[in-house]
């Protein structure tokens, strides 16, 4: 078991194992990470796609040596997929099973008030903790040791999950109307949200939580993110690969490429063997770094004057 209290002593020496887990980042992101071990408060990341919002909690999960519980949110999610939800199938079984006990359950009840009363304290046995199904939001509150807690893309969710959550965010606890208040075991969980801007998050969450952003990073940072990534890429191309993905940056397309792009388009040059960024070659592999075939045939056009350009 990692020694938690070693790793976040300091910012400096988070961000020195966050890197030794190839999570190249800034002082910036490291402090986040800091507090919201020691403060305990959640973290609501904001930034573009494919920033590094996500890996961020997944790294934190292997450096502290948590498991990692994920909830991927979307349109309609509620709390039956992210809280509980009864396992009906295993209600219904037992009652099909106890049918026979009824006769023994009503033995020498008098009148219909008292057999109401036995029915129903024979009732509320299939709504204990039995039958219950815990889903990612509850399993985390039941981690004995802490975990580390994704709840992704938020803003994918309706503003009603949002709400939802306010009570875990606040206090580490969920409310079950059938068995009462649950609380985080020893260790809350480490909660990290991510949000890629689509819409705006309501005031009630964001003051639940400290606030990260994560732009792109600038040119060193990446070249360092790739060599970390991609350790096997030749420096002279790695430095052309940054190049051209920072004057990608600055055109006008749909979606932007972001480091988890470079590191695939990396990868990719590795396995084609290539030793320098040559047009053709960019060419090619434009599907690679770029989603939209609009933003791919804008490009295709520029390739020769940007593979000039970064090569002077």
Not at 72 to 84: N, P, R, V
Not at 217 to 226: L, M
Not at 274 to 283: G, I
Request: net charge negative; charged share 30%.
């Amino acid at each position: 078991m990692a020694d938690i209290d070693q790793i976040a002593a300091s910012v400096e020496s988070l961000q020195k194992h966050l890197e030794a887990h190839r999570y190249i980042c800034s002082d910036q992101i490291a402090t986040a990470v800091f507090l919201a071990f020691h403060l305990e408060k959640p973290v609501l990341i904001e930034g573009p796609p494919g920033v590094g919002k996500t890996e961020l909690a997944k790294t934190a999960s292997e450096l502290f040596e948590l498991p990692l519980i994920r909830l991927q949110c979307y349109e309609g999610l509620d709390e039956s997929k992210a809280i509980y939800e009864w396992k009906y199938g295993k209600q219904l079984l037992y009652t099909q099973v106890l049918k026979e006990a009824l006769d023994e359950v009503l033995q020498g009840a008098q009148g219909f008030r008292e057999s109401v009363v036995r029915l129903h304290e024979f009732g509320d046995i299939f709504f204990s903790e039995e039958f219950l199904e815990p889903r990612p939001l509850l399993k985390a509150l039941r981690e004995e040791n802490g975990c580390v807690l994704l709840i992704d893309e938020i803003d994918k969710a309706d503003h009603e999950f949002e709400s939802m959550l306010l009570e875990i965010l606040s206090d580490y606890q969920l409310s079950i109307p059938e068995i009462g208040t649950i609380k985080a075991k020893q260790a809350p969980p480490i909660v990290f949200l991510t949000s890629n801007n689509t819409r705006e998050i309501s005031d009630a969450l964001k003051r639940r939580c400290l606030h990260l952003y994560i732009p792109f990073p600038d040119s060193d940072v990446e070249q360092r993110i790739i060599q970390a990534r991609v350790p096997e890429i030749p420096e002279s191309l790695r430095l052309q690969l940054v190049a051209f993905i920072h004057e990608l940056r600055q055109l006008d397309l749909k979606k932007l490429p972001a480091i988890s792009e470079t590191i695939d388009w990396a990868r990719t040059l590795v396995l084609l063997h290539a030793e320098s960024l040559d047009p053709q070659l960019v060419k090619d592999t434009l599907n690679v770094i770029l989603k939209f075939q609009e933003d791919i045939d804008n490009v295709d056009s520029e390739v020769n004057s940007l593979t000039a350009k970064i090569a002077k």
